[in-house]
């Protein structure tokens, strides 16, 4: 689809405005003192990265980007800080010698990027929309003469409908290999994770879990118990 | 859409065309659409509470106007008028923020849901509607965490904490649920999956473990009984919204009867046929409403209307007959028994679509 409105100048002033407030609320993400504060600007700066995504036409991405970012990852963060309650972090000299380097880093960071993007001599993206599948295989049938020998094969194709259906091509078919290992990768650091994070309780610990959640009282013997049946 | 209203379309005649296709006339729809999702939502408050006395032999409200009809604009004028009282403790930016944050994805979500046949009743057709519905109702979590912790009060932080834990469990299955009704429809866009359902089946046959654990997890995503545990008022006081009075109160309470609205929407839209009554492209579809002109518009559009206004008294029914589960089978009834069930769903039904479509070519 083209650009429904047809105008640039709308396209362009959202991406100037909304690209600020990314910008201005990732800022405020480190400077925050407050972690709930700061979790809340983390959550806006992603729905900005998602308004964006859309308005370059890639809807799907940016709405899982909304969908697994803002209403997966940002709950749990917010969870997590909330339930071990943090207080707001004291106030801190910010100009420091450290912090210095850090501006300094940054600076030229954005000095390279800026010369390189500029020069244009960068490969061209993989996935560039012209290199994306705009074509799938239905099905390919042989055609064969009188005598069962293979002339040719017919194949029947029909176009990638939307942006969701390309993803998944990319995704599915031309990576399929990054792709699984990609998630074996993840699935080792979630095992990981669970691993380093569990410890054994202590037996006092132990014994502070009630019964029927440790399950070693059935809900029927429980149930018993209670009505004195 | 402008062909068919002539006289409204002159109106916009200076205005380009691509911006009275895209911008002027889904503003009309949405503002139309809005006023009477509000109305409803106020409307089922009543219906909820005269069901639910009915249910439990006992009246309900019957005193403002006939039955107690106009109940529902008493309650609104009641709390538009209340004392609005700020916790001393409180977090005021947030604590002003959070009633706000549910009810704007939960409207929203109106934009991409389609009430009868299109494009009259279809304020928007997106190719990836269902992906940006489930991305809009799954933020609706921040006003329910962000109220609770801001209150300054245990128990709305202890309702918060339940509410972020319970939706982000049972919005997995949520999802999952769908995907068996994508495979058979091999699209996202709402319109596409009903005009699926009217040249088939409903897809509740085919996918009726989909159906049911879509069912348990609207009912889990919206806080409704038996999964209420945000609120429950014998543990937690009103859980959330606590502390909360008046119109900010209101808001919170808006947004979840919204969001059933929403919920009872897609469940009819995905998994029973939509605005048609058709079996095999025989019956009511979409193509012989449109022929009908508005008679058969509105038809469909009263279609979706009952089989949306069953699932909402479904959700009253569910209120007046469950008992409230504990945190903990709750979490287990989620991640044990939902989201295995939801993947197996998944694999046969990808199994079955491949062995049918083998066998029939």
Same mark, same amino acid.
């Given at each position: 689809?083209?650009?429904?409105?047809?105008?640039?100048?709308?396209?362009?002033?959202?991406?100037?405005?909304?690209?600020?407030?990314?910008?201005?609320?990732?800022?405020?993400?480190?400077?925050?003192?407050?972690?709930?504060?700061?979790?809340?600007?983390?959550?806006?700066?992603?729905?900005?990265?998602?308004?964006?995504?859309?308005?370059?036409? $890639? &809807?799907? *991405? /940016?709405?899982?980007?909304?969908?697994? @970012?803002?209403?997966?990852?940002? +709950?749990?963060? !917010? %969870?997590?800080?909330?339930?071990?309650?943090?207080?707001?972090?004291?106030?801190?000299?910010?100009?420091?010698?450290?912090?210095?380097?850090?501006?300094?880093?940054?600076?030229?960071?954005?000095?390279?990027?800026?010369?390189?993007?500029?020069?244009?001599?960068?490969?061209?993206?993989?996935?560039?929309?012209?290199?994306?599948?705009?074509?799938?295989?239905?099905?390919?049938?042989?055609?064969?003469?009188?005598?069962?020998?293979?002339?040719?094969?017919?194949?029947?194709?029909?176009?990638?409908?939307?942006? $969701? &259906?390309? *993803? /998944?091509?990319?995704?599915?078919?031309? @990576?399929?290999?990054?792709?699984? +290992?990609?998630? !074996? %990768?993840?699935?080792?650091?979630?095992?990981?994770?669970?691993?380093?994070?569990?410890?054994?309780?202590?037996?006092?610990?132990?014994?502070?879990?009630?019964?029927?959640?440790?399950?070693?009282?059935?809900?029927?013997?429980?149930?018993?118990?209670?009505?004195?049946? | 859409?402008?062909?068919?209203?002539?006289?409204?379309?002159?109106?916009?005649?200076?205005?380009?065309?691509?911006?009275?296709?895209?911008?002027?006339?889904?503003?009309?729809?949405?503002?139309?659409?809005?006023?009477?999702?509000?109305?409803?939502?106020?409307?089922?408050?009543?219906?909820?509470?005269?069901?639910?006395?009915?249910?439990?032999?006992?009246?309900?409200?019957?005193?403002?106007?006939?039955?107690?009809?106009?109940?529902?604009?008493?309650?609104?004028?009641?709390?538009?008028?209340?004392?609005?009282?700020?916790?001393?403790?409180?977090?005021?930016?947030?604590?002003?923020?959070?009633?706000?944050?549910?009810?704007?994805?939960?409207?929203?979500?109106?934009?991409?849901?389609?009430?009868?046949?299109?494009?009259?009743?279809?304020?928007?057709?997106?190719?990836?509607?269902?992906?940006?519905?489930?991305?809009?109702?799954?933020?609706?979590?921040?006003?329910?965490?962000?109220?609770?912790?801001?209150?300054?009060?245990?128990?709305?932080?202890?309702?918060?904490?339940?509410?972020?834990?319970?939706?982000?469990?049972?919005?997995?299955?949520?999802?999952?649920?769908?995907?068996?009704?994508?495979?058979?429809?091999?699209?996202?866009?709402?319109?596409?999956?009903?005009?699926?359902?009217?040249?088939?089946?409903?897809?509740?046959?085919?996918?009726?473990?989909?159906?049911?654990?879509?069912?348990?997890?609207?009912?889990?995503?919206?806080?409704?009984?038996?999964?209420?545990?945000?609120?429950?008022?014998?543990?937690?006081?009103?859980?959330?919204?606590?502390?909360?009075?008046?119109?900010?109160?209101?808001?919170?309470?808006?947004?979840?009867?919204?969001?059933?609205?929403?919920?009872?929407?897609?469940?009819?839209?995905?998994?029973?046929?939509?605005?048609?009554?058709?079996?095999?492209?025989?019956?009511?579809?979409?193509?012989?409403?449109?022929?009908?002109?508005?008679?058969?518009?509105?038809?469909?559009?009263?279609?979706?209307?009952?089989?949306?206004?069953?699932?909402?008294?479904?959700?009253?029914?569910?209120?007046?007959?469950?008992?409230?589960?504990?945190?903990?089978?709750?979490?287990?009834?989620?991640?044990?028994?939902?989201?295995?069930?939801?993947?197996?769903?998944?694999?046969?039904?990808?199994?079955?679509?491949?062995?049918?479509?083998?066998?029939?070519?």
């Amino acid at each position: 689809m083209t650009d429904p409105l047809m105008l640039t100048g709308v396209s362009l002033a959202l991406f100037v405005i909304v690209g600020a407030i990314a910008v201005a609320s990732s800022i405020l993400v480190v400077s925050m003192r407050n972690p709930v504060h700061s979790a809340l600007f983390l959550l806006l700066t992603f729905l900005c990265v998602a308004i964006l995504f859309v308005s370059m036409g $890639a &809807e799907f *991405v /940016g709405a899982v980007q909304v969908l697994v @970012y803002a209403g997966g990852i940002m +709950v749990l963060f !917010l %969870f997590v800080v909330m339930l071990i309650n943090v207080k707001a972090l004291p106030k801190e000299k910010v100009f420091t010698a450290t912090s210095m380097m850090g501006v300094l880093m940054g600076v030229l960071l954005f000095i390279i990027l800026a010369i390189i993007l500029a020069s244009g001599t960068w490969a061209p993206a993989v996935n560039a929309p012209e290199n994306l599948r705009t074509a799938v295989v239905v099905k390919t049938t042989p055609v064969v003469d009188a005598g069962g020998a293979t002339i040719q094969t017919e194949t029947v194709t029909r176009d990638v409908v939307g942006n $969701a &259906e390309a *993803v /998944g091509m990319a995704l599915y078919r031309d @990576y399929l290999v990054p792709f699984e +290992v990609a998630s !074996l %990768f993840l699935l080792v650091a979630m095992v990981g994770a669970i691993v380093i994070g569990k410890r054994e309780l202590d037996a006092s610990e132990e014994e502070a879990i009630p019964e029927f959640i440790a399950k070693k009282v059935s809900d029927e013997d429980r149930l018993k118990e209670v009505t004195g049946a | 859409m402008s062909a068919t209203l002539p006289v409204v379309a002159s109106l916009f005649g200076s205005i380009p065309e691509p911006m009275v296709q895209w911008v002027v006339w889904p503003t009309i729809k949405f503002v139309i659409a809005f006023a009477i999702i509000m109305g409803i939502v106020a409307f089922t408050t009543l219906v909820e509470r005269r069901v639910l006395g009915f249910m439990q032999a006992r009246l309900g409200p019957n005193r403002v106007g006939p039955q107690g009809i106009l109940q529902f604009v008493a309650d609104p004028i009641k709390l538009l008028l209340k004392e609005d009282i700020v916790p001393a403790g409180a977090q005021k930016a947030a604590y002003f923020i959070a009633p706000m944050l549910p009810i704007i994805p939960a409207f929203l979500v109106f934009c991409l849901i389609p009430f009868g046949p299109p494009p009259t009743f279809a304020i928007t057709d997106v190719n990836v509607g269902l992906l940006l519905i489930l991305a809009l109702t799954s933020t609706g979590v921040y006003g329910i965490i962000l109220g609770g912790w801001a209150s300054n009060n245990k128990f709305s932080l202890l309702g918060g904490l339940r509410s972020a834990a319970q939706m982000v469990s049972y919005e997995v299955p949520f999802g999952l649920s769908i995907v068996g009704v994508l495979m058979l429809s091999g699209s996202l866009s709402l319109v596409e999956i009903v005009h699926r359902q009217e040249l088939g089946v409903w897809n509740v046959l085919p996918q009726l473990v989909g159906c049911f654990i879509f069912l348990v997890a609207m009912t889990a995503e919206v806080n409704r009984a038996p999964f209420d545990l945000p609120e429950a008022e014998s543990e937690l006081v009103a859980g959330f919204h606590t502390e909360y009075s008046g119109m900010k109160f209101a808001f919170f309470f808006l947004a979840e009867y919204a969001s059933m609205l929403v919920n009872a929407c897609l469940i009819v839209i995905l998994f029973f046929g939509g605005w048609t009554l058709a079996i095999a492209g025989k019956g009511l579809t979409t193509e012989t409403m449109q022929t009908m002109g508005w008679l058969g518009l509105s038809l469909g559009f009263l279609i979706f209307a009952a089989k949306v206004a069953f699932f909402m008294i479904l959700y009253i029914w569910f209120r007046g007959t469950f008992p409230r589960y504990r945190f903990d089978q709750l979490m287990e009834l989620g991640w044990k028994w939902m989201i295995p069930l939801a993947l197996v769903n998944i694999v046969v039904t990808g199994i079955v679509i491949l062995l049918v479509r083998n066998g029939g070519a």
